[in-house]
């Protein structure tokens, strides 16, 4: 199967980290996205991570993968007003070419 | 200006009415796809083209058509637009590299009465 699941909603202070999370059934992916979409616009890449890579760092974001349970999770350091928005995270299987599987969505909340 | 761009951004019909979205990217890319995002679903993919020449069903085909006019263009159709297609759609577009950074466009609006 190719299910990408996400909790629908979190809520956190300004300066706190947010922590989203994502589980995944397909064993075969090969890249993993998370992508950030703001109101009422498209979506954009924030970060990728190799299959074969547990952890990417990138400034504010740290992406962990943990294949052995299928999970991928996304942590903002020091979350601004700026970080609400849906964040989606996505798979890419081995031989589909260019097509991905996008998780549902979780929609970050950023309270002052 | 933008690199991908949807036109309409809104659009309000009724059930049975054709429609048309139209989609224009100047980032040079082959591949183009349409997904539609509902709440609580996510985006699902409708329909991909690698290339010119190359159109290729998504998950949610049915009651969908596309054209590959160009490599810049892509457009996606509703023959006989019903309520259930009511949706916020979007293309994308990328590149041919290992990565595949997709670059979407602003969606459209899509209400179907």
């Known amino acids: 199967g190719e299910d990408v699941e996400q909790s629908l909603f979190l809520s956190v202070r300004e300066g706190d980290s947010s922590v989203i999370n994502c589980t995944y059934t397909?064993?075969?992916?090969?890249?993993l996205y998370w992508y950030k979409q703001e109101p009422g616009a498209g979506l954009q890449l924030l970060t990728y991570?190799?299959?074969?890579?547990d952890m990417k760092q990138d400034q504010r974001l740290t992406v962990l993968l943990n294949k052995k349970d299928k999970h991928l999770s996304l942590r903002i350091a020091d979350t601004q007003t700026g970080d609400s928005a849906i964040y989606f995270c996505?798979?890419?299987?081995?031989?589909?070419?260019?097509?991905?599987?996008f998780g549902t969505g979780t929609r970050l909340q950023v309270t002052l | 200006d933008a690199d991908v761009t949807q036109t309409p951004r809104n659009r309000i019909t009724k059930t049975g009415k054709r429609i048309m979205l139209e989609c224009s990217q100047t980032k040079g890319h082959d591949r183009m796809y349409w997904y539609r995002q509902d709440p609580g679903l996510g985006l699902r993919l409708i329909y991909y083209?690698?290339?010119?020449?190359?159109?290729n069903k998504g998950e949610i085909s049915d009651g969908y058509s596309v054209s590959r006019q160009a490599q810049a263009k892509f457009s996606l159709s509703l023959e006989s637009a019903i309520p259930n297609q009511t949706a916020l759609y979007f293309c994308?577009?990328?590149?041919?590299?290992?990565?595949?950074?997709?670059?979407f466009g602003p969606g459209t609006r899509l209400t179907v009465l």
């Open positions: 994308a577009t990328s590149d041919r590299g290992p990565v595949n950074e997709q670059f």
């Open positions: 083209s690698f290339d010119v020449k190359d159109i």
């Open positions: 991570i190799f299959s074969n890579m």
């Open positions: 996505a798979e890419r299987l081995t031989g589909t070419a260019s097509k991905l599987t």
């Open positions: 397909d064993s075969s992916s090969t890249y």
